[in-house]
């Protein structure tokens, strides 16, 4: 079953242009983690934020989490046309790991 | 350091023929392995997932099954093809019960 469920689905911004993804989850989480794949590809793991934290920063790319509303946002700055790929949250359940369940993920489209 | 590698990249197979994908990792003892099934512009299913040798925990009732013979290889197999089982398989390794995965680049299989 989907864990993660992301939002919006699809979106398509100018080279420049800040993005914002969404993603909420249900049970509790050990931590959250965002990935990204490019069409075709496996996915590449960008950052990951723990249970305990509610912001972390890596380069162009600041990701929340709000556990009490079992809710999640990746913001990307400044974005550029090799940005384009889809995005996906995904959340290691608190039921004893092993399991990391994915989201339906972000369709980005970055216009040069 | 560590690469995975999943053969083959793509397979066009009949229905009612058998399957058989390989998945292995290399640089890493004791890997925490990963079966993930991708529909077409949709989210990750996890399929199966395997903490030691022979260990094999399955995550949906399907046509599919999967065995960890040596330490580090995952294969995923089936008797006999459903159209259903057409997707995008993506196998996975990560260290530790929870955090970040490492993805191989998929294997493409389409049921005709």
């Known amino acids: 079953s989907q864990q993660g469920e992301e939002d919006p689905q699809a979106l398509s911004i100018q080279e420049g242009e800040n993005a914002t993804m969404n993603c909420s989850y249900k049970t509790s989480i050990n931590n959250l983690q965002w990935y990204r794949q490019n069409s075709g590809r496996g996915l590449v793991h960008l950052i990951l934020?723990?249970?305990?934290?509610r912001e972390k920063h890596s380069g162009r790319l600041r990701v929340t989490l709000d556990t009490s509303k079992k809710s999640s946002s990746l913001l990307i700055t400044a974005s550029r046309a090799a940005d384009t790929a889809s995005y996906f949250c995904a959340t290691d359940p608190n039921t004893g790991g092993f399991k990391t369940i994915f989201g339906a993920g972000t369709r980005l489209f970055v216009k040069a | 350091s560590q690469t995975i590698h999943q053969w083959p990249a793509t397979l066009v197979q009949p229905v009612g023929s058998p399957l058989s994908l390989e998945c292995t990792v290399e640089g890493t003892s004791n890997p925490n392995l990963y079966w993930y099934r991708q529909a077409a512009g949709r989210g990750l299913q996890l399929l199966f997932y395997s903490v030691g040798i022979g260990q094999i925990s399955s995550e949906v009732p399907q046509n599919l099954s999967a065995s960890r013979p040596q330490d580090r290889q995952f294969i995923l197999s089936s008797k006999k093809l459903l159209l259903s089982d057409s997707g995008f398989y993506l196998c996975?390794?990560?260290?530790?019960?929870?955090?970040?995965?490492?993805f191989g680049e998929g294997s493409r299989l389409t049921v005709l």
């Open positions: 996975a390794w990560r260290s530790g019960s929870s955090g970040e995965l490492f």
């Open positions: 934020i723990r249970s305990n934290e």
